[in-house]
């Protein structure tokens, strides 16, 4: 693979992603905090390069300030969005690509969530960047979209290849997956995945990355045939307790 992507836990649940080249070289995707993002660097050489940003929520920019005063990281973001991120050095467009590390990004539309929100697709390292459009199991709040939107953003990530890692803003696996087999009881692929992800938390590891070919059999919101039937899940989740 061309680059790897790490996890680094953030606040109470999120995850920004530390991606690394083979020649050492470093890019983080939304960094919540800017402190845990600079251990890992410190740890992996002090160096950081690149951050990429897939919508504005303090929650995936708050530690870009920090970031970019420590190591003078290039920021890249949403030009559709530019007016809310922070400075940005390349705004980009969905339908463009993006030099990641010597890697090609392909920036995503993927609206619902917000609007503006964008997705980094990196094909020779089969990961996708996707903030919080596309979670394990689970899909982003329509906080400023629509399920027309979000339907159309994960019918695009569902056309990704299989093995494509969803790399995703937040630890909400379990949490979706109770919600999920209410949706799906007798899907098996959803109870091999739920069981996979319990396995996971008690070994004290993330659930993530996970992948769009476990997604496309398991995440009652990628499966949703319709619009419709999006809106009415999103709808039972947000009032899921």
Known sequence: MAL???????????????LRAADGRLAVCDPAEDAPVAKA???????LDLILLTHHHGDHVAGVPGLVARYGAKVVGAAADRHRLPPLDQAVSPGETVDVLGSKAA??????HTRGHIAFHIAD????LCGDTLFSLGCGRLLEGTAEQMFASLAALAAL???TLVCCGHEYTESNARFAITVEPNN???KARIAEAQAQRAAGKP??????????????FMR??????????????????
């Open 188 to 190: 098996a692929a959803l």
């Open 207 to 220: 659930t993530l990355p996970s992948t769009i070919a476990s997604e496309r059999a398991a995440n009652p």
């Open 4 to 18: 790897t992507a790490t996890p680094i836990p953030c606040l109470s649940d999120n995850y920004a992603w530390l």
């Open 41 to 47: 660097v410190e740890a992996m050489g002090g160096k």
């Open 107 to 112: 920036v995503l539309a993927s609206d619902g």
């Open 161 to 163: 290849p299989g093995e």
């Open 125 to 128: 390292s089969q990961i996708l």
């Open 224 to 241: 949703a045939p319709d619009i419709a039937t999006l809106a009415r899940i999103r709808a039972g989740k947000d009032s899921f307790r």
